[in-house]
């Protein structure tokens, strides 16, 4: 489970596609991870305090991991990237917290049972 930012997805890209530093020990260190957590569709449980505004860095991040080869061949990982840039906000999973004490529980919980994740 990632927050929804360029680093969120660049931590969850190291571990499902290992880093340059790993070199030819890449394939023996990733897993099959998935992203677990908040996309766009899920952006209507956010109220509109709790986007934060994407930093310099997340930009120059985002735009960077467009390019890479790791999200080539990954349109869905590729077009959650493209509507951060677009609508130019991030969000931290904890902002969940404002629908209620068992929201997230229940978010995460139902995002498992239907297979909602990338």
């Known amino acids: 489970m990632v927050t929804r930012n360029p680093s969120g ?3 969850l890209c190291t571990y499902k596609f290992g ?3 790993m070199g030819l020990e890449t394939p023996h260190h990733v897993c099959d991870v ?3 957590g908040l996309r766009h569709e899920d952006l209507q449980y956010i ?5 934060l505004d994407l ?8 735009k960077s991991l467009l390019v890479s080869k790791m999200l080539q061949n990954h349109e869905k990982l590729k077009n ?6 677009q609508n130019g906000k991030r969000v ?3 902002a ?4 209620g004490e068992r929201f997230l529980g229940n978010f995460i919980a139902e995002k498992v049972v239907q297979q909602d994740y990338i």
């Open 80 to 85: 959650e990237l493209i509507q951060m840039i």
């Open 47 to 51: 109220s509109s305090e709790a986007m």
């Open 19 to 21: 880093s340059m530093r």
């Open 9 to 11: 997805l660049a931590i």
């Open 34 to 36: 998935k992203w677990l």
């Open 92 to 94: 931290e999973i904890e």
């Open 55 to 62: 930093k310099g860095r997340d930009k120059v991040l985002a």
């Open 96 to 99: 969940l917290h404002a629908n």
